[in-house]
Structures are given as structure tokens and as C-alpha cells.
């Protein structure tokens, strides 16, 4: 220790701590409010949010949005969220949400209750389903912002070709896809690819198989599986399109990206899948450009009649946002914001549609 | 000691200090705060909170969940460092056997070491790819249903966990191989002994201690394996490829069970700390000469 005089020494150990401890918590700056917004990379072409982002920032001068990504995977961003939010200073004030995790972030204490800031018919022009799953006990926690529903992509050309019209049942669908199968001797041709790897995708298309069979997970006195029988039904169905081979076996391992390739490819007749893939299947150098329509999704035979789930995403805002001044003009702005710009968020280009989507509600 | 010598002595704690507690911060406190959570039920969304003593490991021990994760980390983990240690002693001798071009091989070799857990998994995630990954468009007409295939997919991920890790093993034996005198070989050669002969009895054997060691690091490091089956398959197709760290995570962050994830995370310590302390002992007992 002869080489470092003693004095040194201490005054470099001192040092080390104060930057470690000053480090740590920023103060607040003056100047524009920074807020950040975390959001889901919308899957397409064009990501619509950093022009939304600055127009904001240009009618209010006073804050600044910091835009951060985050994985496109819902249990990928739900994961993130809890680490973050259950830690109590999640470094985020404004969140994009999956529709599903509004009643458990609020039941958490996780999200600012909004319902005081409303006006009485701001969420009248919203669909009721996306405004029911983003109240929770009378009260308001997000604004909904991006809608989906499940729907039947179909290549319209192979349908044309063989004099077939939207199937408005499974059973129909499989001896369209027999026809058609028989008829292009293809054999990378696949029938119905749909997502059933072990993730949150699987749980929808499973519910989707469930409401068209005519039964549910849920009542709503809170019964669970009211007609296990149809239930059970469902699932067998489902697992039966596996072994016909009118799904793919790598079903097992699909997920929405994997199901849109093989079908953006031209290598499926039907997909079931969200609105956002109508954009990349219409985009330049697709090789199914022009040839792709979508219709509700089937029902069974017997069954109710096909119903898509609802999904899509509100905005959320988290409790421990810093000062209320903050929280209050952003959700006005940003409401404000989200109204006018919704259209631009709308996925579908030029939707062809044989028939108008029934989009029942049933989140 | 001297004033000095206490002086010196005193400045080495101060500087050890920081370190130390940060250390403390990082692992001692979250570890101890985990098996705390571990003897309680915490649900934060429905406001949950109370001392449940051990009956989250009294519903582990009858938990069909815990039991296949347990048996998939087995079973993962003996398929894994098994099929590494023969593959790494392979790849060392062959490399040790080369008269030019060492430099080149042991690079690439390392080059799949190099690379992290998650971004080899990405690689083996678009080689699996039922419809546009290479293995299955040079199977063609075969084409096997990789991560889709609960009988096949804890395979497919040892196989991705076994080219990643491999060239760790590898490069120990290497370096071992490096240290035996070339007189020992020409010894064996003089008593007539064959080229098996002096694979069993005389290269093994002196590798025999430092295999050891990097099957103490492999079985640790694969029964706390995560990353591998996440990305590959996230548990696989009906948790087939579920092992005891994801059985974890999902408890933890998808049903914000905190209490019983935890738990969960206190038995994968345990085991671990358990597989750690008998190989120490093991390798301290010393079954092969050095």
C-alpha cells in the first residue's frame, strides 16, 4: 500500500461510492416533461407510432415522448410489465396494453384509474366489447386504442377456381380444402394453418374452437365449463384437423408469424389469423398479392355460428407515475391524439371481404 | 502483527468493503428474501399476502407439474453433458491428432461457445422450422416436426444445448491434452500398445480429472438451463420440453404466483447446491491422479 498514499486511497474509495449512490435517481429535470411510452412493434410495413409520436410532440410543446419497443409476443410484453410494474418504479408512465390484462393490472394497483378524467360519452364511438374489457368494476382503467379480431383469411382465386364460396362451417371448409387438394395435386399445399404452440396464441384459437361449438370456459354466474361434453368436442375437433392432415403437424409449433408465412407463401388455403397480416400479404413482392380475401371464421355444423376473438390493445397509464400534472395532461393529449389517429392504426388496406364481418363481442 | 501490517490490513478491508456488500446486495439478500417468499402465499393481484409455512413444498411433492418438470431436467440434463463429454473428448483428441490448421479448427470450435445462450437459440429456432429451415428442406419429403412434436422436441433442444456447449469441454480436454508428455505415448509404444489401448488406458485416464471438472460445470449449468427451451419451444409442445426453471418462471411471472414460483426456485437451488456439493466432494477425494 506504499504506492498509493494512504490519502489517496480513501479519497478514490469515497469517490466510487458517491457516483455509485448519485448514479441512482435522477432528479426531476425542468424544462418539457419526458414521458415514456412502451408499445408492442406493430407487425407490418409500416409502423405508424414514431410519426403519431412527434405530431404530438408538435401540438404539445411541453412534452416530449420517448417512444420504447417492445417484443411483438404478447406473453413476451405481459412478462416484462409484471417484472417491471410489481417492482413498483417501472421507469414508464403511459403502456400499451393487451386488452386481457386490464382487469388484472387494476386489480393489481398497477394502473391509474381514468374514470374521473372521461368526459360522459368519450367512450360511446368505441366498440362495447373493447370498452368492457377496459373497465373493471365500474371503473375506467385504459382507453382502448387498437382493435382485432380473429378472422378467416381464404385464397380467393383457389375458391374461384373450383365454384366454392366462403365456407360458413368447419365441416364445409375440410371438403373445400379435400377438393382443392385433390384438384392442384400440390403436396406443400396445406389445408387450415392456425396457431397451436403452448403460448397465449393457442389459448384464442382453443376459445375461438370452444364458442363455435357452442359452449365456453366461462358463464357468467361463474360456472366453469358449463357443457364439458362440448367442450371436450372442441378440443378433439381441433386435434382432428391435426391427424386428418388438414393442418400441418408443425401446428404444434405455429405461432402467428409462422402460420402467415406458410400462408403468405401459398402454401395454405385457409389461415386464421388478426387483421394485420392482410397488410403484408397485399404488400410489394408478396407472393399471394391480390389473391387473398377474409370472411368471419367458421362454425360447426351443429354448433353456433363462428365467432373471431376479440383482441387488441389499450392504453394504460401506470400508478407510480410521477406527478399528477404530468399523468393528467398526457392522458388528455394523448387521448385527444388517439382518437383523431385511429384510422391510421387500422391494419386493413382494402379489405375484400365476401361477406361483412361479424365481429360478436366476445372478450 | 505490526501497526504497519494492521494499517495495510485495514485499508484491504476497506477496499474489499464495496465489493463485498454489493456481492451481499445482489445474491445473499435476494436469496434469502426468495426462501422467505418460498413459505408464504403471495398473490399481488388479488391481494394476497399471509405465512402459509411449508405447504408450497407440501403441494411440490404431490404436484404432477413438479415431477415432470423434475424428470424433463433429468433427463435434459444426463442427455446433455452425456452426449457433450463424448463429443468434447471426440473433438479434442481429433483436433490434438491434427498436424496443421489446429489454429483454424479450435476457432471455429469456439465460435459456437462464443456466442450467447439466446442468439445460438434463435439459430437453431430458424434451422427447426417445419417449412423454411434447413434441416427440413433437405429432408424434403421427410421432414420431421422439430418443436412441434412432443417426442421429439426435448431432443431437438439437447441437440441445440449440446452444439453450443460442447466446445467447452472440448477446449478443456485440449489443454490437458497439450500437458501429457509426448514420452508417455512413445513408452506405450515401445510396450506394444495399440491405438484403443492407449485411448483407454492412458489418454482417458489422464484426462479423467479435468473431465471431471467440466462435468461439474455442465450438469450445473444445465439443470439451471433456461434460455435454450424458452426460446426454442417456451415448454413445449404439452410441457414436454418444461423443465423445473421454467415450471419457475411461468409460476412466477404468468400466474404472479410469488409464493409458490418461489418455492419452485428454492428446490432448483437446492438441487443444484445438492449435484455441486458431491462432486466437490468427488473431486476432492481425488478418484483419478492429476
Redesign the interface.
Same mark, same amino acid.
Given at each position: 500500500m506504499s504506492v498509493i498514499g494512504r490519502r489517496s486511497a480513501w479519497a478514490l474509495g469515497l469517490m466510487a461510492w458517491l457516483l455509485a449512490l448519485g448514479g441512482c435517481g435522477a432528479g426531476h429535470e425542468r424544462g418539457p416533461v419526458t414521458l415514456v411510452f412502451k408499445y408492442a412493434r406493430i407487425l407490418g410495413n409500416a409502423d405508424p407510432l414514431p410519426e403519431l409520436l412527434r405530431a404530438f410532440e408538435a401540438a404539445h410543446p411541453d412534452v416530449r415522448v420517448k417512444g420504447e419497443a417492445l417484443p411483438w409476443a404478447s406473453d413476451d410484453q405481459h412478462q416484462f410489465y409484471v417484472i417491471n410494474l410489481e417492482g413498483r418504479s417501472p421507469g414508464f408512465d403511459v403502456m400499451m396494453l393487451d386488452c386481457i390484462w386490464v382487469p388484472e393490472f387494476a386489480r393489481a394497483g398497477w394502473l391509474l384509474d381514468l374514470t374521473s378524467q372521461l368526459a360522459p360519452d368519450e367512450l360511446a364511438p368505441y366498440f362495447p366489447s373493447a370498452v368492457a374489457s377496459a373497465t373493471y368494476n365500474g371503473r375506467v382503467w385504459a382507453l382502448p386504442w387498437n382493435f382485432n379480431v380473429g378472422l378467416l383469411y381464404y385464397r380467393a382465386d383457389l375458391l374461384t377456381k373450383y365454384g366454392l364460396r366462403p365456407p360458413e362451417t368447419f365441416e364445409e371448409m375440410i371438403d373445400q380444402v379435400r377438393r382443392i387438394r385433390a384438384g392442384e395435386r400440390d403436396p406443400a399445399l396445406n389445408g387450415y394453418v392456425w396457431q397451436g404452440k403452448q403460448y397465449e396464441g393457442l389459448v384464442v384459437n382453443v376459445l375461438e374452437a370452444f364458442w363455435a361449438n357452442g359452449t365456453t370456459v366461462m358463464e357468467d354466474d361463474g360456472k366453469v365449463f358449463p357443457d364439458p361434453a362440448r367442450a371436450a368436442d372442441a378440443l378433439k375437433f381441433l386435434r382432428g384437423l391435426i391427424t386428418m392432415g388438414v393442418s400441418p403437424a408443425w401446428t404444434t409449433a405455429a405461432d402467428e408469424e409462422l402460420s402467415r408465412r406458410a400462408f403468405g407463401d401459398g402454401h395454405a388455403i385457409f389461415l386464421r389469423n388478426w387483421p394485420y397480416a392482410m397488410d403484408l400479404f397485399e404488400g410489394q413482392g408478396s407472393a399471394v398479392r391480390g389473391k387473398v380475401a377474409f370472411a368471419s371464421l367458421p362454425g360447426r355444423a351443429r354448433g353456433a355460428p363462428g365467432v373471431g376473438s376479440t383482441g387488441g390493445a389499450h392504453l394504460g397509464v401506470s400508478s407510480s407515475c410521477g406527478s399528477a400534472r404530468r399523468c393528467r395532461g398526457w392522458r388528455r393529449s394523448r387521448w385527444r391524439g388517439a382518437r383523431g389517429r385511429s384510422s391510421r392504426t387500422t391494419c386493413c388496406s382494402r379489405p375484400r371481404s365476401s361477406r361483412s364481418s361479424r365481429r360478436r363481442s366476445s372478450a | 502483527m505490526t501497526g504497519r501490517e494492521a494499517?495495510?490490513r485495514r %485499508?484491504?478491508l476497506?477496499?474489499v468493503a &464495496?465489493t463485498v456488500v454489493a456481492l451481499g446486495a445482489l445474491t445473499v439478500y435476494p436469496g434469502i428474501w426468495v426462501v422467505w417468499l418460498s413459505l408464504q402465499h403471495r398473490i399481488?393481484? =388479488?391481494?394476497v399476502s399471509r405465512f402459509a409455512g411449508f405447504e408450497n413444498y407440501a403441494f411440490l411433492a404431490v404436484d404432477p407439474r413438479f415431477w415432470s418438470a423434475a424428470r424433463i431436467t433429468a433427463v435434459f440434463t444426463l442427455g446433455s453433458v452425456a452426449l457433450e463429454v463424448v463429443l468434447g473428448v471426440a473433438a479434442a483428441l481429433a483436433i490434438h491428432a491434427q498436424v496443421r490448421g489446429r489454429k483454424v479448427s479450435l476457432s471455429l470450435l469456439l465460435l459456437a461457445w462464443a456466442m450467447p445462450a439466446v442468439v445460438g437459440a434463435k439459430l437453431f429456432e430458424w434451422l427447426y422450422? &417445419?417449412?423454411?429451415g434447413v434441416i427440413n428442406v433437405a429432408l424434403g %419429403?421427410h421432414a420431421i416436426?422439430?418443436?412441434?412434436?412432443p417426442n421429439v422436441a426435448l431432443p431437438a433442444v439437447i441437440l441445440a444445448d449440446v452444439w453450443r456447449t460442447m466446445p467447452f469441454v472440448a477446449i478443456l480436454c485440449y489443454a490437458r491434452l497439450l500437458a501429457i508428455p509426448a514420452d508417455v505415448y512413445e513408452a506405450a509404444q515401445v510396450d506394444g500398445a495399440g491405438r484403443l489401448a492407449t485411448l483407454t488406458r492412458i489418454t482417458l485416464p489422464l484426462l479423467g480429472r479435468i473431465l471431471l471438472l467440466a462435468i461439474l460445470f455442465r450438469t450445473l449449468d444445465a439443470l439451471r438451463a433456461f434460455d435454450i427451451m424458452f426460446v426454442l419451444?417456451?415448454?413445449? &409442445?404439452?410441457?414436454a420440453t418444461e423443465t423445473l426453471t421454467i415450471y419457475a418462471y411461468r409460476a412466477l =411471472?404468468?400466474t404472479?404466483q410469488?409464493g409458490f414460483g418461489s418455492a419452485v426456485s428454492v428446490v432448483v437451488f437446492a438441487l443444484v447446491m445438492a449435484v455441486a456439493w458431491a462432486y466437490l466432494r468427488l473431486l476432492r477425494t481425488g478418484t483419478v491422479a492429476a
Open positions: - | 494499517a495495510a %485499508r484491504a476497506v477496499c &464495496p399481488p393481484i =388479488f391481494d422450422h &417445419p417449412s423454411a %419429403r416436426n422439430w418443436l412441434g412434436d419451444t417456451g415448454g413445449g &409442445p404439452a410441457g =411471472f404468468q404472479l410469488i
